[in-house]
C-alpha cells in the first residue's frame, strides 16, 4: 500500500520568512515518482514538480527547492522568502505505477498562509 | 491554465438524482483521471481512462461510472446521489507515453446535493 503524509495541516509564516512543508511517504515499489501540488484560493490544482526515485538530486526553481532522502521516505518543498501569493493548500503526492498505474495517492495537505 | 477543461463549474442538486460531469483533456493527451477531493476524505483517486479504455479503478462507488469518447473527453456519472457526494471532482489528463506521468488538472467541478 501506498500512503503519504504531511504532518503539517497548517503553517503561518509573516512575508519573507522561508518555510518548508514537510513530506514522508510509505511505498514497497523500488520505482516511484514523487509530485508536488499548489491548491490556491481559486481551487484549481496546480503542477509544481515531479521526481522520480533514482534522481535525489535536490531542485531549485526560483524561490522553490525540494529536498528528496530516500534515506528517510522524504520529500520536503521549501519556500524562500515567502510572499502573500504563495498562501495555498500544498498537496505532496505519489504515484508508483505498477498495480498502481496511473493512481496518485495524496497526503492531506498542508495549509500555508503567509501575512503580510 | 493547464489546458484541461471541466464543466460545469459548479452543479446543486438534489439526493437521488443524478448528475454528468464532463472533462476534456489537454491537446494531446491519451489518458484521463478522476479525482475527488472531500473535506473528510481528501483527494481521493477514483478512475483512469486510456485511449477509451479503463486503465486503473481506485476508490469509485458503484453508483459512480466514466467513460472516455473517440474524441478523448471522459465524462463521470454520478447516480443516486447523497449528501456526502458533495465534493470538488477533478478531472486530469496526461500524454499517456510513459508511466507514471505528470497529470495536469483541470479546475473542477463542485458537486453541492442538498
Known amino acids: 500500500a501506498q500512503k503519504v503524509t504531511q504532518a503539517q495541516t497548517e503553517i503561518s509564516v509573516v512575508e519573507k520568512e522561508d518555510v518548508t512543508l514537510d513530506c514522508v511517504y510509505e511505498?514497497?515499489?523500488?520505482?516511484?515518482?514523487l509530485f508536488w501540488y499548489k491548491q490556491p484560493p481559486s481551487g484549481e490544482l496546480v503542477f509544481l514538480i515531479r521526481r522520480n526515485s533514482f534522481d535525489e538530486q535536490n531542485e531549485i526553481s526560483g524561490r522553490y527547492s525540494w529536498n528528496f532522502q530516500k534515506s528517510t521516505s522524504s520529500f520536503n518543498f521549501t519556500i524562500t522568502a515567502s510572499q502573500v501569493v504563495d498562501s495555498a493548500v500544498y498537496f505532496c503526492?505519489?504515484?508508483?505505477?505498477?498495480?498502481?498505474?496511473?493512481?496518485?495517492?495524496f497526503g492531506q495537505g498542508t495549509i500555508l498562509t503567509v501575512h503580510p | 491554465d493547464s489546458g484541461v477543461t471541466q464543466t460545469p463549474k459548479h452543479l446543486i442538486t438534489a439526493t437521488g438524482q443524478r448528475v454528468t460531469l464532463r472533462c476534456s483533456p489537454r491537446?494531446?493527451?491519451?489518458?484521463v483521471y478522476w479525482y475527488q477531493q472531500s473535506l473528510d476524505q481528501g483527494l481521493q483517486f477514483l478512475i483512469q481512462y486510456y485511449n477509451g479504455e479503463e486503465r486503473a479503478k481506485g476508490n469509485i462507488l458503484e453508483r459512480f461510472s466514466a467513460q472516455q469518447f473517440p474524441d478523448l473527453h471522459s465524462e463521470l456519472n454520478l447516480s443516486s446521489l447523497e449528501l456526502g457526494d458533495s465534493a470538488l471532482y477533478f478531472c486530469?489528463?496526461?500524454?499517456?507515453?510513459?508511466?507514471?506521468?505528470?497529470?495536469?488538472f483541470g479546475p473542477g467541478t463542485r458537486l453541492l446535493v442538498l
Open positions: 486530469a489528463s496526461s500524454s499517456g507515453q510513459g508511466s507514471p506521468e505528470t497529470q495536469y
Open positions: 511505498t514497497r515499489d523500488t520505482t516511484y515518482y
Open positions: 503526492a505519489l504515484n508508483a505505477g505498477g498495480t498502481s498505474y496511473g493512481k496518485l495517492t
Open positions: 491537446s494531446g493527451d491519451l489518458s
